[in-house]
């Protein structure tokens, strides 16, 4: 892990560029709002390892969530980024979705990315820009 943390400028700049947002307020929204939706669900080592290789703003946000008992499947965490958002539809909270979190693999590593993903049900892959990890079939 790198000891040379993005700034939230840079995060936020990514989350624009990848979602192609007009202002750098929409892409921050976004960014706050499915950082949020991403600390109900991380634990353990993985959520300090994030909270580490983040912006301490998005650390913040990510430390500030009690995690769920049960992990959302990936339609139920995009509903409730949609549920968060004013205006947006399952399909413009997919998008949102994954401008933030496709950014995070080159963030981040695609070591930790993939550490994350262990502890999320199937689906989060494709989210984060992925392929979908899945067993080898015996």
């Known amino acids: 892990m790198s000891a040379n ?9 990514a989350v624009q560029d990848a979602g192609q947002y007009v202002t750098a307020a929409e892409a921050e929204h976004v960014l706050r709002v499915v ?3 991403l600390g109900d669900h991380v634990t353990g080592e ?22 769920l008992n049960r992990p959302l499947s990936a339609p139920e965490f995009v509903d409730t980024v949609a549920a968060r958002i004013d205006g947006a539809t399952p399909a413009t909270a997919r998008w949102h979705v994954s401008s ?7 963030l981040v590593g695609d070591e930790l ?7 999320l ?16 079939a015996a």
């Open 5 to 13: 943390r993005p700034s939230w400028t840079d995060l936020a700049e």
């Open 35 to 37: 950082l949020s939706a």
């Open 100 to 106: 933030v979190l496709s950014v995070l693999p080159e």
């Open 113 to 119: 990315v993939d550490r994350v993903l262990t502890q």
């Open 121 to 136: 049900p199937s689906g989060y892959a494709l989210l984060f820009g992925k392929a979908e990890l899945t067993p080898a």
């Open 46 to 67: 993985e959520r300090v390892d994030l909270a580490r290789a983040l912006p301490e703003e998005a650390a913040r946000i990510i430390a500030s969530r009690i995690p």
